[in-house]
């Protein structure tokens, strides 16, 4: 179990929402000050599959998830307070079920 | 027609939405380096009605979206690239049909 912080601060955000799939997920872009990209999303119940540019970290702060790994056959149950990495150029399949899962995801250098 | 900033600098974001109407309203909440606050929406289709607090500054900033204010019977028609404005202590019922809506809310002094 990991923890989160409860906000970024002197980050730069962008006005315009990402919304994929319908509406089914949503996130918000961010630049650190020290320039490291993140966003912050909602995931609603649904199977979808992102692929990777940069490798990311996605830490769940709410709800639940499944995931499997582009390339893999294992399905990781991930809950609020855990993460899973993402390679770059890679890619990865999500199913939430239920209530609706939130996120931080990290991206590194590709 | 306004223009609208494309980015928050200096912010501090939540790192936890807003998920309001089963998901169909989510936003984000900012702190601005000088103290005031804002939050980063999308509306999802439908008839939704929030109360206010502090007086709020609404720009749709895609889609578009029709406004009645709370004591009142006009329906405005608002669209992205404009505002409107919400007494504190009041509400406005918001209708969004077809492609969703994205705002920027800003928090006045109650």
Redesign the interface.
């Known amino acids: 179990m990991s923890s989160?912080?409860?906000?970024?601060?002197?980050?730069?955000?962008?006005?315009?929402?990402n919304?994929y799939f319908d509406?089914k997920v949503?996130s918000?872009s961010?630049i650190l000050a020290d320039g490291r990209k993140k966003s912050?999303?909602?995931i609603?119940p649904g199977e979808f599959h992102f692929g990777t540019a940069a490798p990311e970290v996605m830490e769940i702060?709410?709800g639940s998830c499944e995931v499997v790994l582009d390339g893999t056959t294992e399905t990781l149950a991930v809950s609020a307070g855990s993460s899973f990495d993402v390679p770059g150029d890679s890619g990865f399949t999500i199913r939430v079920t239920g209530e609706?899962c939130?996120y931080?995801c990290s991206f590194g250098t590709p």
Chains 1, 2 share one sequence.
């Open positions: 989160f912080p409860t906000s970024f601060d002197g980050v730069s955000v962008a006005t315009k929402a919304v509406g949503i918000h961010l912050l999303g909602v609603f702060t709410a609706h939130e931080i």
